[in-house]
């Protein structure tokens, strides 16, 4: 891509000699279109905070799946990676092996899975451990 800085301006009206010829006025500096070829330039040169109202969090669990209100939320600019829209005719359409469950139930069943996974990570690290390898702060969250 070109070195394209703020201070380019815009190419004058019309295009003719006669704008040539006049003297150009104190223009406000304008970025040139080149610069918002991808998203990823628009976010990183502007730095907008985005305002997520009626947000719903989908949780899934082993086959059921649930949708818990959660309202408003504030995403600063500078964690956005990507936006996009999302098709909401498709969004309905309940996913092929799911069930739609309450989330209560589908909260019950996250907590069996995570359970599940910690006693596996256990027996795993202390298999290793027995083969020599050392597992101090292997990743784990010590709060």
């Not at 998203?39 to 040169?45: E, R, S, V």
């Not at 909401?88 to 139930?105: G, N």
């Amino acid at each position: 891509m070109e070195d394209l800085v703020l201070h380019d301006t815009a190419p004058p009206a019309g295009g003719g000699q006669n704008a040539q010829a006049q003297p150009m006025a104190q223009q406000t500096p304008q970025l040139p279109p080149q610069m918002f070829t991808t998203a990823a330039q628009l976010l990183d040169l502007t730095d907008t905070n985005l305002v997520l109202q009626d947000t719903v969090e989908r949780i899934f669990a082993q086959e059921v799946f649930a949708d818990v209100p959660r309202g408003v939320f504030l995403v600063r600019g500078e964690n956005v990676l990507l936006l996009g829209e999302i098709d909401l005719d498709k969004d309905d359409d309940i996913p092929e092996p799911f069930e739609r469950a309450s989330p209560e139930r589908v909260y019950a069943l996250q907590k069996e899975e995570q359970a599940r996974q910690r006693r596996r990570d256990k027996t795993r690290q202390s298999r290793l451990q027995a083969l020599g390898f050392d597992m101090e702060n292997s990743g784990e969250v010590l709060l």
